[in-house]
């Protein structure tokens, strides 16, 4: 049976660097939101706020990919059920199971050093400042999640725990 692997997390976490080796390691498919987000807004035709629009895109090929027998890992903030939702709706439709992978970073003074001092690889992509990370809504858990805590840990310490997290 194939598996989303659904990440959520506030930005600055950790959670692209554990997607990206995670699917390096297991052979799944990655979908990275924020590359999807910069090609659309590189586009010049796209709204400065995709909304839900990105989201639903990726649910769709994540969809596409389960339906192969692939094992697929969502990388995005999911911060409000409706997102959570939507991929719940999207694994489930194809018979998929779904796994929650929250990653947070425990320590704030950490959390606001790793956002200030971050750069991305995608070329365009504007990173949220801290005051932004820190004002972001961001939704309490109504589903059994895995979290993996990456305060004063290093990233292949936190894959190590979550392959093993996962795996049980």
Not at 17 to 37: E, F, P
């Amino acid at each position: 049976m194939a598996r989303l692997i659904a990440m959520a997390g506030l930005p600055g976490v950790g959670k692209s660097s554990i997607a990206q080796h995670l699917a390096r390691r297991t052979g799944a498919v990655w979908l990275r939101i924020d590359s999807m987000d910069q090609a659309i807004w590189a586009s010049g035709t796209a709204p400065s706020d995709l909304f839900d629009s990105t989201y639903r895109a990726a649910q769709a090929v994540a969809a596409d990919n389960l339906a192969l027998g692939l094992d697929v890992i969502a990388d995005c903030v999911n911060d409000c059920q409706e997102a959570r939702d939507g991929w719940e709706t999207a694994a489930r439709r194809i018979g998929a199971e779904v796994k929650w992978l929250e990653v947070v970073c425990s320590d704030p003074l950490e959390h606001r050093r790793r956002v200030e001092t971050r750069s991305s690889d995608i070329v365009g992509l504007h990173l949220p400042d801290w005051d932004a990370v820190a004002a972001r809504a961001y939704d309490k858990w109504n589903r059994d999640r895995i979290v993996i805590d990456t305060a004063h840990r290093n990233l292949e310490v936190c894959v190590d725990e979550a392959l093993d997290l996962l795996r049980r």
